[in-house]
């Protein structure tokens, strides 16, 4: 039985247990009645703060009020008119505005969604028209949705494929470069290096193995579509590759004609300091998807692309619910915020953030490692530091005794905390969020 905090929670739960699917990940009994900004209250009137930002949606807080506005004002005029049949002014400004933002210097144009895992088959359906081609690589660690499609893609847990048979045959796994626990630097190459290429470089070992084994031994390039990555592997543990890796697996596809699919769902919309993690890295997609903080909160998603990939006919993929006109007013709000004030936040805070998270990591020695990019960050439990071993159960007694002392986490991958607060988080919270990650590690 959980640990609760109030009694009107516990009835809730108890109440939830009989009528709602056992299949949702329900870490702590957590029972929200409202929330504003990154301060949220349950039913029983206690207050947290909110560092999981709804599995990082809440980009701009919990009600901000000019995104409240926004749906407000959208809903008295009409609250649904497909946009795959029909037109309507505010999903064509919303279109605009994210080709304009998008990272791709040539052209671009957009299909909206209701979700990151409808954005990521659309992702899919677009690179097997385009191409002609139906092969595709994607990493272990990797979470892309739990659809059929998307699930063929997705590596990061085994329950999310056990009993789902077949899924997509056509895709093959990698490891995903990880500095903290390297797999393949150092791998023995087939053929001498160039000057370009080191082995002792995870990322660039990571290319070479899909190069030379992959592509080498088992996929013929020219039947493979595209490659789909996240710039920083979210449920994976929130892994950020090395400098090397992308430029390196831009170049691979580039040689051999095949797509750079990202999947920005969680990463994306300011999370980093940039509008998608991918700007860090210096390199552009063909392909990208998008949702979580798009729209604050309201369900949206889209996959961009270039508009020279763009040429499938009319109903070879859409969606009713997709691009909803509130959810679209809501988004449009969202982006301004973003854009005006708050992704220079989440550069300032983030960066605040890792350096008081580096120096818990010089007093505990279970933080193994704290990596992350702006206001997307993870810390991974571990046994000690010489074996590196994964700690889950202290990990999961973090997360659960922060919930108790008034904090919201989320774990990610086998071991890691993750810290993705509102981008409108200030220093003072920041600081009382650590001062009960202190207490809570202390106490363990």
């Given at each position: 039985m959980p640990e609760f905090r109030g009694p009107i929670a516990q009835s809730y739960v108890e109440r939830d247990c009989q009528v709602v699917s056992p299949s949702y990940t329900r870490g702590y009994p957590f029972v929200m009645a409202r929330g504003q900004g990154t301060e949220v209250w349950d039913v029983d009137g206690n207050r947290?703060?909110?560092?999981?930002s709804g599995v990082a949606v809440t980009a701009t807080g919990h009600s901000h009020p000019d995104v409240v506005r926004a749906i407000k004002d959208q809903a008295e005029k009409f609250l649904h008119m497909s946009g795959t049949d029909f037109y309507y002014p505010v999903q064509i400004e919303l279109a605009e505005y994210?080709?304009?933002?998008?990272?791709?210097?040539?052209?671009?144009?957009?299909?909206f969604t209701n979700s990151g895992a409808e954005s990521i088959e659309a992702a899919i359906k677009l690179a097997l028209y385009a191409t002609n081609r139906h092969y595709f690589i994607a990493f272990y660690g990797a979470f892309h949705g739990r659809t059929m499609g998307a699930l063929a893609f997705t590596a990061s847990k085994p329950v999310h494929r056990s009993y789902f048979i077949p899924t997509m045959p056509?895709?093959?796994?990698?490891?995903y470069p990880n500095p903290y626990r390297p797999v393949l630097s150092g791998y023995g190459c087939?053929?001498?290096?160039?000057?370009?290429?080191?082995?002792?470089?995870?990322?660039e070992a990571v290319v070479r193995y899909i190069e030379e084994v992959v592509l080498g031994r088992k996929l013929p390039s020219d039947e493979v579509a595209g490659i789909l990555v996240e710039p920083i592997q979210g449920e994976g543990g929130y892994v950020v590759p090395p400098p090397s890796f992308f430029p390196a697996l831009r170049k691979l596809c580039d040689r051999h004609g095949i797509l750079l699919i990202l999947d920005e769902v969680q990463s994306g919309m300011g999370r980093t300091g940039k509008w998608f993690a991918i700007e860090h890295e210096g390199v552009e997609p063909d392909i990208i998807a998008i949702a979580k903080g798009i729209a604050s909160g309201l369900p949206l998603g889209a996959m961009i692309a270039r508009k020279s990939l763009m040429t499938w006919p009319s109903g070879a993929h859409a969606s009713t619910f997709g691009g909803n006109p509130v959810s679209c007013a809501a988004s449009l709000a969202t982006l301004r915020l973003l854009e005006r004030e708050m992704m220079d936040n989440a550069t300032e805070m983030g960066a605040y953030l890792m350096r008081r998270l580096r120096e818990m990591m010089t007093r505990y020695p279970i933080i193994g490692d704290v990596r992350g990019r702006g206001l997307m960050v993870g810390i991974e439990i571990i046994k000690d530091p010489v074996s590196k071993a994964r700690d889950k159960v202290l990990r999961d007694r973090i997360v659960h005794n922060a919930f108790l002392h008034g904090l919201l986490l989320l774990g990610a991958g086998p071991n890691t905390v993750r810290l993705v607060p509102p981008l409108n988080v200030t220093q003072p919270q920041i600081d009382e969020a650590l001062t009960i990650l202190t207490h809570v590690i202390e106490a363990l």
């Open positions: 947290y703060l909110d560092f999981s994210l080709t304009r933002i998008a990272p791709m210097s040539e052209p671009s144009q957009v299909f056509s895709v093959t796994h990698v490891p087939l053929h001498p290096p160039d000057d370009s290429l080191h082995p002792q470089d995870e990322g």
